[in-house]
């Protein structure tokens, strides 16, 4: 059975930072490219970031511009999402998510998928 486990979610004042981690169970993780999704009440999930399966090659939504970093430990399963110069319309429940093919993301098409942990940044 998968499992996709996120942790490090909270509360923040605007302008600080905090670093989400998303572990995984039941699949052979080097093989799957990772994802970092959104959803904030009354609005469609968005993309945030993608990982590919060797961590070389990222991919992030157009609204991050450079606040946010995707990485990945293959020796420990997990994928980070770390997080800086927060605002308020950051708020959300953050999810991972895993796919085959790593390009298949940021279009929403996963294979895998976490509960989510939830962000609130507060002005």
């Known amino acids: 059975q998968v499992q996709l486990v996120e942790s490090g979610g909270g509360l923040v004042q605007a302008g600080g930072s905090l670093r989400l981690a998303c572990t995984a169970s039941?699949?052979?993780?080097?093989?799957?490219?990772m994802g970092w999704f959104r959803q904030a009440p009354g609005k469609e999930r968005e993309f945030v970031a993608a990982?590919?399966?060797?961590?070389?090659?990222?991919y992030y939504g157009d609204f991050v511009k450079g606040r946010f970093t995707v990485s990945r430990d293959n020796a420990k399963s997990t994928v980070y999402l770390q997080m800086n110069s927060l605002k308020p319309e950051d708020t959300a429940v953050y999810s991972c998510a895993a796919s085959l093919t790593t390009l298949r993301l940021p279009k929403g098409d996963l294979d895998y998928w976490g509960q989510g942990t939830q962000v609130t940044v507060s002005s």
């Open positions: 039941g699949l052979t993780f080097r093989s799957y490219g």
């Open positions: 990982v590919n399966w060797s961590g070389e090659s990222t």
